[in-house]
């Protein structure tokens, strides 16, 4: 199976312009999650998506949201920008059920888009 | 902060030696996990231990963990080049949300 993939892989913009990253996860994969990195917070949680709805959130303010498609791939969008929203930004997917029919946790990530606000 | 915290930040290490990590957590979890970063890059998981288990392996991987003191160790061993990366431990507090430590960076010299 070819694994998660994201658009675009880098991207500069300026302050006060907003962006939408792209997500696809592994094909049969429902759940989604986007993660923030930086190098002074390192690696956040943003928000989680499964069947098209939000399961969960980090603290993160408003300006940043997302949503999720009848496909899996999901978008995240970031309004406003600022220059402390200058990161990486990671996209996981997950299967429920492993491959020997137990539950899994397990995560998978993409190469991440990285941000520079200018 | 909810982050986990790791030690040594940095290892310096030759080809063949043995390299531990250690993740220290805040939380009750699930699950304790291990990734390694290339560059900058996206994450590979590694391995996964329940809270229900001490000891797993996996390959030259070698993890412990210790819910008592909310506490776990990464051991690889017989370290190549190619394990030059930064390691993360996430833990997993049963929301599908996982709370990552801070890193540790690992450069193995030939």
């Known amino acids: 199976k070819a694994g998660v993939t994201q658009t675009p892989r880098y991207l500069i913009k300026t302050r006060g312009q907003q962006v939408t990253l792209s997500c696809s996860p592994i094909?049969?994969?429902?759940?989604v999650s986007w993660y923030q990195q930086t190098p002074g917070q390192g690696l956040q949680f943003l928000f989680e998506?499964?069947?098209?709805?939000?399961?969960n959130k980090g603290n993160f303010p408003g300006r940043f949201s997302g949503r999720q498609f009848s496909n899996s791939r999901s978008e995240m969008n970031v309004s406003t920008l600022e220059l402390g929203d200058s990161a990486l930004y990671l996209c996981?997917?997950?299967?429920?059920?492993?491959?020997?029919?137990?539950?899994?946790?397990?995560?998978?990530f993409g190469p991440g888009t990285r941000l520079t606000v200018l | 902060s909810q982050q986990g915290e790791e030690d040594p930040q940095a290892l310096s290490i030759q080809e063949g030696e043995n390299a531990t990590m250690n993740c220290s957590y805040k939380?009750?979890?699930?699950?304790l996990q291990w990734y390694r970063q290339n560059s900058g890059r996206g994450l590979v998981h590694l391995i996964l231990?329940?809270?229900?288990?001490r000891e797993k392996h996996s390959g030259r991987l070698r993890v412990t963990l210790d819910t008592s003191k909310k506490s776990s160790s990464l051991l690889i061993t017989a370290s190549r080049a190619a394990d030059t990366a930064s390691y993360f431990c996430?833990?997993?507090?049963?929301?599908?949300?996982?709370?990552f430590g801070t890193g540790t960076r690992l450069l193995v010299s030939p």
């Open positions: 996981a997917s997950r299967d429920r059920v492993g491959r020997e029919g137990q539950r899994t946790d397990t995560q998978y």
């Open positions: 094909s049969g994969h429902r759940s």
């Open positions: 998506y499964f069947s098209e709805t939000q399961r």
């Open positions: 939380t009750s979890i699930n699950n």
């Open positions: 231990i329940r809270s229900n288990e």
């Open positions: 996430a833990m997993n507090t049963g929301f599908q949300k996982l709370v």
